[in-house]
């Protein structure tokens, strides 16, 4: 887009001199004393996206909105630019000094992937040259892969954009699938919200189970030890009592009135 912009980059003279000083700044980079990987792997990234413009200015287009909009272009289900990811393989590929590190480190992340699933050969270039950790949410513009975008399209709320203008630039693209997304994001929201529901039900009864506490009966005053023997021992001797007064009258009962003598 930059190029395109730019009508004196989209010539293809400009074109030639621009890739040959990205790749000599990518040898430089390499063969100094303090090697510089990073800046060496985007000079070359550079370069090869310069000479692809070539290439396609070669076969008789005037303009480069060809170009972009076959490099925008996804395909039908999910919209993935699947020729973006083609050429940002190919590029890596062709990166010169076969004993670098970062080149070594991204073919491992890329080559085991399919194209069309994540990571992205995008996103993994990307997180090389800017430094971006994988797990930092980092959001890029769909249109320009510009860091920071923050306009989202007002029906699906799954594309990002800088701007208007990166949006209209992809809209033929994403006119096709943005109903399919809408759909995709109406039901991943259904979704979280479900699991945060049910997260929240959960934490409830933890919290109900863990909080019953059974009634216990309140116990009565201490009873000194000395005053329940002494207690204990005159309500015994008072048992005894009324347990020889029971059997004395219980005797006189059943013997009967004493028969009087004449």
Not at 169 to 176: E, G, S
Request: aromatic share 6%; charged share 30%; glycine share 6%.
């Amino acid at each position: 887009m930059l190029i395109n912009e730019n009508p004196l980059l989209a010539e293809e003279a400009a074109l030639n001199k621009c890739y040959k000083v990205m790749d000599l700044i990518c040898e430089k980079c390499m063969k100094q004393s303090d090697m510089n990987e990073v800046l060496a792997m985007k000079m070359h990234y550079i370069s090869c996206i310069f000479q692809k413009c070539i290439n396609f200015l070669k076969d008789g287009e005037n303009k480069l909105d060809t170009l972009i909009k076959s490099l925008l272009k996804g395909r039908p289900s999910d919209g993935f630019p699947i020729y973006q990811e083609k050429i940002i393989r190919e590029s890596i590929r062709k990166f010169p000094y076969c004993e670098a590190t970062l080149l070594q480190q991204l073919v491992r992340s890329i080559a085991p992937v399919e194209i069309g699933s994540d990571p992205t050969a995008f996103s993994v270039l990307t997180q090389a040259i800017t430094g971006q950790v994988g797990f930092v949410d980092v959001e890029f513009c769909t249109t320009c892969g510009e860091k920071g975008a923050s306009k989202r399209c007002s029906v699906c709320k799954m594309v990002i954009y800088c701007d208007q203008t990166c949006q209209k630039t992809h809209w033929f693209a994403h006119k096709k699938i943005c109903k399919n997304l809408k759909d995709i994001y109406e039901k991943q929201q259904l979704e979280a919200a479900k699991e945060k529901s049910d997260e929240e039900n959960n934490g409830k009864l933890d919290v109900d189970s863990n909080g019953v506490n059974e009634e216990q009966p309140e116990a009565g005053p201490a009873v000194p030890q000395e005053d329940s023997d002494a207690k204990g021992s005159e309500e015994g001797e008072k048992a005894s009592l009324q347990c020889d007064a029971g059997l004395e009258c219980s005797q006189e009962a059943t013997a009967g009135p004493l028969a009087s003598e004449e």
